[in-house]
């Protein structure tokens, strides 16, 4: 049998050369990136059947399968029939199949998979694993027993052992042909290390597959009931017992494709479902399924909705055990932050305001700013909670309380979602956001006729398209325009808007053509830099002084998942705790995986909203802002802190003094400051010191002697027209009050540095 019946290019004949022992002294590691997906399919079968080989053989294996999992193969029949002989013959030597591998071929032959030609290759195999006792994933094995002809035997093995939710699930899948057994273990294949991933409609396919959408209900509903009947002494309780073998997997599919069709049935039933799991029928610390409920959690974290993330919130305010509460909150901030990607449901949060009378008094959730709890007697605001409400209403107070803990967490996920639809290249549905006090503190763009927009501030142009203004999109003097006005209304936007920062492409990044080396070479807080990494939704693993743990890639994906970012970075082995920068480089989702993009075809917000987020990362975790560092660093690094607290400035820095060169004027210490291109230099009595606008460092005139001083909040209210990770406009803005009465200053470690 001819396998190759495509055209294989230089590339991938050299590769299949390698795979197969024809060549043996390749030049330089294999290259597979350049592989068409046909290719890929084609070159997969000869990977496969390479496994005690070494050298050559084996790199040429490991370029084709890391291809394979980050995009789609495709696979001709041909192809598709090669694999599953490469699947039979490492029975021999793998003592298993990995039946994934070839579910996903079957599903990825747009010509059709050879089925009738499939039959004895599959008999073999599943006989073999059922002897051998090598089931492993149930539903691949049950794709292949289709084909062979061995329903039966296999699903007895299966549905041995397994609650009645898991076994309803198998036998759903009986009566389906083999297409559609394939495609469903296709959606649950994503433990195979070799597998690809997941097909980008999967989860719609799956809905039309006969009969499921209406499991997913059913499976849900009798979990609830089931929950419900063991609260209500009509089950016995076990601590987590109450879901058998295969149950706590079939429910979490259940519960994913649900979230994802955001069915109007879901949300009753999922605040019932989790807090029923959350706690005991009795006053134990115990729950009926810990599985389940973070099974459920889990696949809120893969398609999170405002409802879900509530029902959470519940579940973990009433649980007894403490390590749950302590996953729970973990998990929600995970869930919370995903919600911020999906903006077709997360902008149907509820404005949170509420007015509510309790005898002669009022209690206010106001969310026209802050989200405040507030208590009136008349028009009168009280200061604390009136001591007759406390006395006769106190399961109210604490209701209400709760309630603004609550609108708070909504309020941030709403903002979170709000800044990442910057990079949607498809505008998401603001109008449902027409009233609530977040969106009346934001600049929009309407189109007020083909091709014409003009921005407003809140949604007050109705029945045109809209979208965020963004300041990519406006002229210099609107930008201007927009910052005074933010300025004179002291508006407190929701985040960083009129002052949000712009990265253009540049002509080094323009000659560099796929990656950018704008923040390369900084040395950072790992550990901060971590956390930065979660806080904004880059994905990352840990670094260590590990074995392979030294080197890192951050993700984000944007544009609703048709763009990826990818920030290098590296642990600094002979420094434990810090990290260096390296290249950011951008994916396109094409052909079913992600394809390395020049920088030049990354849309421009996309580009821009991912590089804010790299100069924050360096803004915030950078030694050289550590105004402590210089006197516990390695010497080795004090080079780089020195040229890093005082050099040229990053856009967020440049924004950063477009911001103090307007609120200058209007601080009482204006006579005593001046702005240049990085500093804002301060008149003291005893010298003058300039404060680098990037880093927030001191140096002293006439020497540029270093002056440490520890940060801390400002001596006067002064409003700020944006509030930053890491707060350096706030800190330069309180060293500039400090320095500028410096004859007032008390602090010993401070005064002497200065008289020195």
């Known amino acids: 049998m001819n396998v190759f019946d495509i055209q294989l290019s230089p590339q991938a004949r050299h590769l299949h050369d390698l795979l197969t022992g024809v060549v043996t002294d390749a030049p330089q590691w294999p290259d597979a990136s350049s592989l068409g997906a046909y290719e890929l399919g084609a070159l997969l079968p000869s990977a496969y059947r390479v496994v005690k080989q070494r050298g050559d053989a084996m790199a040429a294996r490991f370029a084709v399968e890391d291809q394979a999992r980050e995009r789609q193969p495709l696979f001709t029949p041909a192809a598709c029939l090669d694999l599953f002989d490469a699947l039979v013959e490492g029975l021999a030597t793998r003592k298993w199949a990995d039946l994934c591998v070839g579910v996903g071929a079957l599903v990825r032959c747009p010509a059709g998979a050879p089925y009738d030609r499939l039959a004895g290759r599959a008999r073999t195999l599943v006989r073999f694993l059922l002897r051998r006792e090598r089931l492993g994933e149930p539903f691949p094995l049950l794709a292949v027993a289709g084909l062979a002809g061995l329903d039966a035997e296999v699903a007895g093995r299966l549905t041995a052992r397994r609650g009645p939710l898991a076994v309803a699930e198998v036998e759903l899948l009986l009566g389906w042909d083999v297409p559609r057994r394939a495609l469903f273990a296709e959606s649950v294949c994503e433990r195979s290390y070799n597998a690809s991933p997941p097909l980008p409609d999967v989860r719609e396919r799956l809905a039309a597959l006969p009969g499921y959408a209406d499991f997913v209900r059913d499976t849900l509903e009798a979990a609830d009931a089931r929950v419900a009947a063991i609260h209500a002494g009509e089950l016995p309780y076990k601590a987590d017992k109450a879901f058998a073998e295969g149950e706590k997997e079939t429910i979490g599919r259940a519960a994913r494709l649900a979230l994802f069709r955001d069915e109007p049935w879901l949300p009753d039933l999922l605040e019932r479902l989790v807090r029923g799991l959350a706690v005991a029928p009795t006053q134990a610390r115990t729950l009926p399924s810990q599985g389940v409920l973070f099974e459920v959690a889990r696949a809120a974290e893969d398609h999170p909705t405002p409802e879900a993330v509530s029902a959470l919130r519940a579940a973990r305010d009433v649980t007894r055990h403490a390590g749950v509460s302590k996953q729970l909150d973990r998990v929600l901030k995970r869930v919370e932050s995903a919600l911020a990607d999906r903006v077709e449901v997360a902008f149907r949060l509820p404005d949170g305001r509420v007015r509510q009378a309790l005898g002669e008094h009022t209690a206010v959730i106001s969310t026209e700013g802050e989200v405040e709890l507030s208590w009136w007697h008349g028009d009168r605001r009280l200061k604390t909670v009136p001591a007759a409400v406390r006395r006769e209403h106190p399961a109210e107070v604490k209701r209400l309380r709760e309630l603004a803990k609550q609108v708070r967490r909504r309020q941030a996920s709403l903002i979170r979602a709000l800044e990442a639809s910057y990079a949607h290249e498809v505008a998401p549905p603001y109008r449902q956001l027409e009233g609530h006090p977040v969106a009346d503190r934001l600049i929009w763009d309407f189109e007020v006729s083909p091709g014409v927009w003009r921005s407003e501030l809140g949604l007050t142009v109705p029945d045109v398209p809209v979208r965020l203004w963004h300041p990519a999109r406006a002229t210099p003097d609107e930008v201007r325009a927009w910052r005074e006005v933010v300025q004179d209304k002291e508006l407190r936007q929701p985040f960083k808007q009129a002052f949000r920062e712009v990265y253009l492409l540049t002509p080094a990044e323009e000659s560099a053509a796929t990656y950018s080396n704008r923040f390369a070479g900084h ?61 950011v ?169 200065i008289r020195l």
């Open 523 to 583: 040395v950072v807080d790992y550990r901060r830099l971590y956390a930065l990494f979660k806080q904004r939704g880059w994905q990352a693993g840990y670094l260590g002084p590990w074995d392979g743990g030294g080197e890192g890639e951050a993700r984000r994906v944007l544009a609703g998942g048709r763009w990826r970012a990818t920030f290098f970075h590296g642990y600094l082995w002979h420094e434990d705790g810090y990290a260096t920068t390296d290249q």
């Open 585 to 753: 480089r951008f994916h396109r989702m094409a052909e079913g995986g992600w394809r390395e993009a020049p920088l030049a075809e990354v849309p421009p917000l996309v580009f821009s909203e991912a590089m804010r987020d790299v100069d924050l990362f360096v803004a915030v975790t950078s030694i050289a802002t550590d105004p402590e560092w210089i006197d516990r660093g390695a010497d080795r690094l004090r080079d780089y802190w020195r040229t890093g607290s005082s050099g040229p400035l990053a856009p967020s820095a440049e924004v950063r003094r477009d911001a103090l060169a307007r609120l200058l004027p209007r601080l009482a210490i204006a006579e005593r400051c001046a702005l240049t291109d990085r500093f804002l230099v301060v008149r003291g009595e005893l010298r003058t010191y300039k404060i680098h606008l990037g880093s927030g460092n001191i140096l002293m005139e006439p020497n540029d002697a270093y002056l440490c001083v520890v940060p801390q909040g400002p001596g006067e209210r002064v409003f700020l027209p944006f509030e930053e990770d890491g707060g350096l406009l706030a800190v330069i803005v309180s060293k500039a009050f400090l320095l500028a009465a410096d004859t007032e200053i008390t602090d010993p470690t401070i005064t002497y540095q």
